[in-house]
């Protein structure tokens, strides 16, 4: 079928545009003073254009690391939560269906996310809690290295060759186990390809081996 460019992005774009790396939460904590800011700021951009799922990334800047990192990142879901509640607009949804029924409904989606570990600490239990607050993905790490592993840094010079650590893989591990996805959009090279044969051990799946000159990190 031969269909014009125009054709084919307004196809592609029928559904609304996806995305998943958005710092919305950190955003709405730096405006904790104010009130409907979703609605006021952030919707008429979303509308303009066509946004139908946000993933909400949990993101805690260096310089609240370490000691306030959980309780920033508490405070940015509460203030996801309490946004939504302002607005008939959005849902904050754990699943596919709760996606589709908030599409169906005209509204916008949040998948609650996650853009390194910081928060977790060292400490594997606090995962669950998040998965209760609605947590169902997580990159381990941004582009800093963490307790769990290394970002793909910004620089050309590269990032450090080691994969992950004992607690990145125990976190992986738990992700599987609770059903929240593993995002690799940040991690380096090693972690990725470590995360990956992870992957392919415990699910006996057949991967391709990964382009890996091809993968740069996505910012
Ligand atoms: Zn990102």
Known sequence: MNQSIEDQIERLQAGGIIDMHFDLPMDLYEKRQRREVLETEFLPEFESGNVSVVGAAIYIED???????LRIALDQIARLYSETATSERFAICKSFREIQA????GKIAFLITMEG???????????????????????????????AGHGGVFAASGSPTEGLTPFGREVVRECEALGIIIDLAHINPAGFQEILDHDKAANRVTYKRPPLLRYRPQY
């Open 63 to 69: 310089r609240y690391l370490p000691e306030a990192g």
């Open 102 to 105: 908030a599409r169906e409904a």
């Open 117 to 147: 570990v910081e928060p977790l600490g060292t400490d594997l239990n606090q995962l669950r809690v998040f998965y209760e607050l609605g947590v169902r993905s997580i990159g381990l790490t941004h582009a800093r290295t963490n307790a």
